[in-house]
């Protein structure tokens, strides 16, 4: 399998390239050259390997279609050793629970951060580990998070020989609890930089960086943010669980229940983890895109106008790592709508967004048609509703949800037609967001054991403002060591 870049550059590296590398030289995300299709049969092969031999094999067999630069055995052992009961806290990995009539919650969120980041980067820390040592190289990993998506990449790349993380984030903007998981961390390889502004700031500094290809390849710069393939190819992987598990549970007898997902949405790396397994024909019916107050997704879906904020119109809401005005991975799925078609993406995303602020599909066929060949629709979930909606879980189900989840939790259940399922994906655990629980059912969510007092360990993290060269300098001093 080769691998090209949404703004139509003509190289086509293997995915151990990709892996280590963040866009494209031309600017652009990473898709494969084409979506392995799966037939009925061969679906029905891996709902077999799932049933019978778990998630780590059914991880081995999805992978094994988009890598081929790693032999089979080591590729089998990284999945056995990333997808295990005792890093994720059950056999099955990502459980299903049910939440109403036809309506699942996908537990994603039980590794070692408790958000479903860790999902991808759990593996995405061995893949580096095992290729950098088969290179005899370094990597310096510099990632944007607004909470998870550090953490995650902190706790999988911790004590990691050959690897640095430069982690920034927006100062003051995590919850203390998200702060503290990071901050925390005393391992010599992680630096913490809380950046004077918001998560777009951090966005915008780390792609300056990676668009230095001097300063990049000098000091060997790689990323784990969402757009990292290795990533979103992990992400698909629970589709599949999901689909498979929530056939069984609605319909053991007739497996014909058509499943959808939906998809508490930031950067839309998850839901584009979604899309990816429909193209590979996974019979998915619907990909909900469940937004905040801050609606950009939900307005492309609605309008086909899509109209990035800049950081003053970013709304700080109660669902923080969903605060996202300029939705990184979009660009991926906007180049398969566009039929792959390279120079209209670069165009859309160099003119578009980046000089105008915004592009319009409204009149383009691709859009028009949209739903019948990808499925997408959407909706916005406010404060207010976030609250109801933790609030009406816990009374009905007895479930206690976080704020993200309960976004998606509220939009899904709008789109859910009769008879059919919907899947909602649990990205994270109530406690990450205690004060927003608290608000909304006055108790504190229960703390899993491990977590007590984390808010009080001294912290290692250095503020910075919103300045590139700052972060360059700083990594320069850091790397030198
Ligand atoms: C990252 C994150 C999201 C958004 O996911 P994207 O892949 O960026 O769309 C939603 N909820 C939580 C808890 C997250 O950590």
Redesign the pocket.
């Known amino acids: 399998m080769r691998y090209l870049s949404t703004r139509g550059g003509a190289e086509r590296p293997g995915f151990c390239d990709i892996l280590l590398e963040g866009l494209a030289p031309d600017g652009g995300l990473y898709l494969p050259e084409y979506y392995p299709k799966l037939d009925t049969q061969a679906l029905e092969s891996l709902r077999a390997t799932y049933n019978t031999r778990g998630y780590a094999a059914l991880a081995f067999e999805i992978l094994s279609l988009y890598i081929d630069d790693i032999p089979k055995t080591d590729l089998k052992a990284i999945c056995d050793k990333t997808y295990t009961q005792a890093v994720f806290g059950s056999p099955e990995i990502t459980p299903l629970r049910a939440c109403g009539e036809g309506v699942f919650v996908q537990a994603l969120s039980n590794g070692p951060t408790l958000?479903?980041?860790d999902m991808a980067m759990q593996l995405l820390g061995n893949l580096f580990e095992y290729e950098l040592a088969r290179r005899g190289e370094e990597l310096n990993i510099l990632g944007a998070t607004s909470?998870?998506?550090g953490s995650a990449a902190e706790y999988a790349m911790r004590g990691k020989k050959g690897i640095r993380v430069f982690m920034t984030s927006p100062n003051g903007r995590m919850s203390a609890f998200q702060q503290a998981q990071m901050f925390s961390l005393t391992d010599e390889n992680i630096f913490n930089i809380a950046i004077e502004g918001v998560f777009d700031d951090c966005q915008d500094i780390v792609k300056a960086v990676s668009s230095d290809l001097v300063f990049k390849k000098r000091f060997k710069i790689g990323t784990v943010n969402?757009i990292n393939w290795a990533r979103l190819l992990a992400q698909v992987v629970y589709y599949f669980a999901g689909y498979f598990q929530a056939q069984k549970l609605f319909a053991p007898s007739a497996v014909s229940a058509r499943v959808s997902f939906s998809?508490?949405?930031?950067?839309?790396?998850?839901?584009?983890a979604g899309h990816v397994a429909r193209m590979m024909g996974l019979p998915i019916e619907q990909l909900v895109v469940a937004t905040n107050e801050n609606d950009v997704l939900d307005e492309f879906f609605k309008t086909g106008v899509y109209r990035v904020r800049n950081s003053a119109s970013t709304f700080e809401t109660s669902?923080p790592?969903?605060d996202?005005s300029k939705?990184s991975?979009f660009e991926r799925f906007v180049f398969d709508l566009l039929a792959r078609d390279g120079q209209a993406t670069r165009a859309l995303f160099e003119q578009g967004v980046a000089q105008d602020g915004y592009f319009d599909l409204s009149g383009h066929e691709a859009f028009k048609t949209q739903f019948a060949h990808f499925g997408f629709v959407s909706g916005k979930s406010t404060h207010a509703e976030r609250l109801k909606t933790i609030a009406s879980t816990l009374q009905a189900h007895d479930q206690l949800i976080?704020p993200?989840t309960a976004d998606g939790l509220k939009v899904g259940r709008e789109h859910l037609r009769p008879g059919g399922v919907m899947v909602v994906l649990e990205?994270?655990l109530p406690i990450k967001f205690s004060d927003t629980i608290l608000e909304a059912v006055g108790q504190a969510p229960p703390r899993p054991a491990g977590f007590d007092g984390i808010e009080e360990r001294p912290k290692r993290v250095i503020v910075m403002p919103a300045n590139t060269q700052q972060v360059k300098d700083f990594m320069t001093e850091k790397c030198a060591l």
């Open positions: 958000a479903f980041k909470g998870d998506t969402s998809v508490p949405s930031g950067n839309f790396g998850n839901v584009c669902s790592s969903m996202i939705a991975n976080d993200h990205t994270a």
